[in-house]
């Protein structure tokens, strides 16, 4: 069976640091990859999504960034962190773009 | 761009009434499917409807999509105390990312 991995489940960043977010797919190959944030009781927003090893494609226009060095990783990146950036990040797989999403169980960032 | 409006945006019921929300898209869809997040967990896929007009039913919920493929409607029959959360929708349309719509948070007294 498949399995979605992320960590860290919670960070609390300072404001101007860096950061890294990891996500990792089991029991599947070339999946489409995909992250989102979720502001406090609010939707979700796709960041990035992947559909294949080194193939990034953006939503948002922002200080965030993403990688995708193996077939079953994920990075989310920033070299710099905003107060705006608080919130509940999640990233989720599929095995094709009108098949049914998996997601993570999130990492949670506040940045202070 | 592609739009997928969820209404109502909040919903309070007492336990044993029946909860609806409802999903619109200003686009044909190809296919639409449901999520539900737990307060505090991440969102679960509940189900997808391709087909015009099709409903699906998963226990005491009831699934639509319309014949126009632009809505589509979540119903709960006699909520419970573990109906509670937030239920999204998410439109697909053809050679385009998953659309989600803002949701709608369903909350049960008992």
Not at chain 1, 95 to 111: A, C
Request: charge should be positive; proline fraction near 5%; glycine fraction near 10%.
């Amino acid at each position: 069976s498949q399995t979605i991995h992320q960590w860290p489940a919670t960070l609390v960043q300072p404001v101007g640091s860096p950061l890294s977010l990891e996500c990792t797919v089991e029991g599947t190959s070339n999946p489409n990859l995909y992250w989102y944030r979720q502001a406090a009781g609010r939707g979700l927003q796709l960041l990035f999504y992947s559909v294949g090893i080194g193939q990034i494609s953006s939503e948002v226009p922002q200080n965030l960034s993403a990688s995708r060095p193996q077939d079953r990783q994920f990075i989310l990146s920033s070299k710099k962190l905003l107060l705006s950036d608080s919130g509940f990040y999640l990233c989720a797989w599929t095995r094709g773009t009108s098949y049914e999403q998996y997601f993570g169980p999130g990492t949670r960032l506040t940045v202070t | 761009g592609q739009q997928v409006m969820q209404i109502p945006q909040y919903q309070h019921v007492q336990e044993g009434e029946d909860f609806t929300t409802y999903c619109n898209s200003s686009t044909t869809l190809s296919n639409i499917q449901w999520y539900k997040q737990r307060p505090g967990g991440h969102p679960v896929f509940l189900i997808q409807l391709v087909k015009s007009g099709e409903v699906k039913k998963q226990k005491r919920l009831t699934f639509q999509f319309g014949e126009a493929k632009k809505n589509s409607s979540l119903h709960i029959t006699a909520t419970q105390t573990t109906d509670v959360g937030t239920y999204f929708c998410a439109g697909h349309q053809a050679g385009t990312a998953l659309i989600f719509g803002k949701g709608t948070t369903l909350s049960v007294s008992s």
